[in-house]
């Protein structure tokens, strides 16, 4: 998925790509796409750019929300409160002599890339080759644990994968209506996939992360399975090796498997692709992607769902990994 589409800001007679921010008036709004586990905003002489990462429940929540003027974090126990499946995710980054910047002026460019998602242990810093730290709130996310300024462990680049994406140059904390005119009218989504390198400051280039599989049920809670994205991959495993998605009715009896998607791993050993759930029967299942390292152990993920009455999911498990 790319996002180069853009939509039309109130405050400016260029086209932008729409973005949340929270403003009393206006938003800031900064030209951003996203491609292969990069994204580029079109900067300026800023000196910080913030993103902003939510899924659709965020802004079924934004489209009926008044504004009361209240405070970020106010608001999104709000979002929770109303529409349980919402996420929400914040990253800031201060544009210094670590960033990887491009162009000037009114054109400059600044980076931001999957593979500096990491935790750098103090639970706030995302990177040790950039200025960028995580705000809270992250609400919906499996490696969050308790309230809005909670540290958390690791940001995985494909926890983000198919999220709507923005970014902004006002870091204002109060909401408004054009707040939420924005987070509505956004259409970008983040484009995880084929992570790239990383090059460090004497110019070599440096593994982005460990090789592996990745999997993503995208949910969430409450909404119904059938037709709901999963997202899959993998980076740097073993060429020409195959990879296989499955979905698998949890019960006492024979399980039931339905093949999701399978095929074989290109020349460079990575890829990242989507497919959809089907309807599904109340009950449990599990969703598993498997791949092969190039050391040839097998690579497992499960994610364990459980589907309602209705038809819809009631609730989403963290991926369990397996080597063997």
């Not at 929300?65 to 979002?79: F, G, N």
Request: charge should be negative; glycine fraction near 10%.
């Amino acid at each position: 998925m790319s996002a180069r589409r853009s939509v039309r800001s109130r405050s400016a007679a260029v086209a932008l790509t729409s973005a949340i921010v929270m403003a009393i008036a206006g938003c800031d709004v900064i030209p951003v796409t996203s491609d292969s586990g990069v994204l580029t905003a079109t900067v300026g002489n800023n000196n910080a750019v913030y993103w902003f990462f939510f899924n659709q429940d965020f802004k079924d929540f934004a489209g009926v929300r008044s504004p009361a003027m209240a405070i970020h974090k106010d608001v999104y126990y709000d979002a929770i409160a109303s529409h349980p499946g919402s996420k929400y995710i914040k990253i800031d980054q201060n544009i210094d002599g670590f960033s990887e910047v491009s162009g000037s002026g009114a054109s400059r460019q600044v980076l931001l890339k999957a593979n500096e998602f990491a935790n750098q242990g103090d639970g706030r810093t995302l990177s040790a080759t950039e200025d960028i730290v995580l705000d809270g709130p992250a609400y919906g996310f499996t490696w969050l644990t308790g309230a809005h300024n909670t540290r958390v462990t690791t940001i995985v680049p494909s926890d983000l994968c198919g999220l709507f994406v923005m970014a902004t140059e006002d870091d204002s904390n109060t909401e408004s209506a054009e707040f939420y005119a924005d987070i509505v009218a956004t259409t970008d989504t983040y484009d995880c996939g084929d992570i790239t390198p990383v090059s460090n400051q004497g110019g070599e280039e440096k593994p982005a992360g460990p090789p592996g599989i990745f999997l993503t049920v995208a949910g969430p809670v409450g909404r119904s399975a059938s037709e709901s994205p999963v997202y899959y991959g993998a980076d740097r495993v073993a060429v020409t090796s195959t990879y296989l998605l499955t979905v698998t009715r949890v019960s006492n009896v024979t399980p039931t498997i339905t093949t999701l998607a399978e095929g074989t791993i290109d020349a460079d050993g990575s890829f990242t692709s989507m497919t959809r759930l089907p309807a599904l029967a109340p009950g449990t299942y599990n969703v598993q992607m498997v791949g092969t390292h190039v050391n040839g152990s097998t690579l497992q993920l499960t994610s364990q769902v459980t589907i309602g009455g209705l038809g819809q999911f009631t609730s989403i498990g963290a991926n369990i990994p397996v080597i063997r």
